[in-house]
Every structure is written in C-alpha cells, then in structure tokens.
C-alpha cells in the first residue's frame, strides 16, 4: 500500500514580519509630525484612511489584526472608535494617553495588554529612545469598516499641514483638504 498526500482544500493565509509592506501616511495624524509612524495592515478591513491599502489576509474574521512601527517620542494622536480596540506593545513599554482632551495616561509594558472601551478618545506614544512595534486589534463595525474619529485639534493640525479627508473618511490628496 502506498501513501497519498491530499492537498488540504484550504490552506492557512500568512503574513510574514519580513514581507509585510508599511502605509506612512495611512491616517490623517500621520501627516503631523509628531504623529509619524508605519502601519501595517495583516488581517480583515481594520481602521484605514488609505483606500489603496490592503491587508495581507483577507477575508472576513469579525476582527482585525494591524501593527505600528512607532519611533522615538511618536505616536498616534487623539482619536476614538465604534469599537473596542485592543493595544499589544510588542518590544518596549507604550504610553497610552485618553480622556476627552487627552488628559489621563497609563505606561503599560512589553506584552501588557490596553482595552480600549468604544467612543474613548486615546492616543499613544513611544516613550523609548528605539522603535516600537505595537499590535492593535480592532473588533470589526457591522456597517463596514471603521473610521476614525478624530479629536477637533487634531483634524485642525492636519487642515494646517495640507490634509483632510472625504465624506466617506478617506485622506484626500495634500493640498485638498477642506
């Protein structure tokens, strides 16, 4: 009797560290200096200003998956969500700031693990002197995927650097900005 190798009818989609491909400019804070950062979209529809971004995995899984490569004193400015949101520093402690003008903090560190209750408005920042690789993990919304609701001051900054977004909250091309 010989051995039949069967190929399985699905297969697991991976995304390797080494292959995935960061968005600079995926939100609109990122577009404000001290807001720079890499995201990396891996699973499911997430929290994208950036209608050419993709994620790695695709399909739906009622959850998404992104990571944040954060340099030294940057992060990401005031901004809440319909749904919870999950914060995974990977490498080094993370500060979360929240609050309705950001005025509460919390350091958290490597693997520690940040819920972040729906409508909170909360921010991060790398307290580090090296990068930081954060995980977020979004709930996916039942109308689509989720925008982000900027703090005013924020959408104020972007205006005065060139950016906005459009009424379905994509960035709109530098200079476009209403």
């Not at 950062?37 to 971004?53: L, Q």
């Not at 944040?68 to 005031?78: D, E, K, S, T, V």
């Not at 402690?93 to 003008?101: E, I, K, R």
């Amino acid at each position: 009797m010989t051995a039949t190798h069967e190929t399985p009818a699905a297969a697991p989609q991976i995304a390797r560290w080494s292959e995935l491909k960061p968005a600079a400019r995926a939100f609109l804070d990122s577009h404000i200096p001290a807001y720079e950062k890499e995201n990396f979209r891996v699973i499911g529809p997430g929290v994208n200003e950036d209608p050419a971004s993709r994620p790695v995995i695709r399909g739906s899984h009622g959850f998404s998956v992104g990571y944040a490569r954060i340099q030294p004193g940057r992060g990401a400015a005031l901004h809440s969500h319909r749904t919870l949101e999950v914060f995974v520093p990977l490498n080094g402690p993370l500060t979360v700031v929240y609050g309705a003008a950001g005025e509460h903090e919390a350091t958290v560190q490597a693997w520690d693990t940040v819920s972040v209750p729906v409508g909170l408005m909360r921010g991060f920042r790398n307290p580090n002197d090296y990068p930081l690789v954060m995980m977020a993990i979004i709930q996916d919304g039942a109308a689509g995927p989720e925008r982000v609701e900027w703090h005013p001051s924020v959408v104020e900054q972007a205006g005065r650097a060139g950016v906005g977004r459009d009424a379905q909250g994509n960035l709109l091309p530098i200079g476009q900005a209403a």
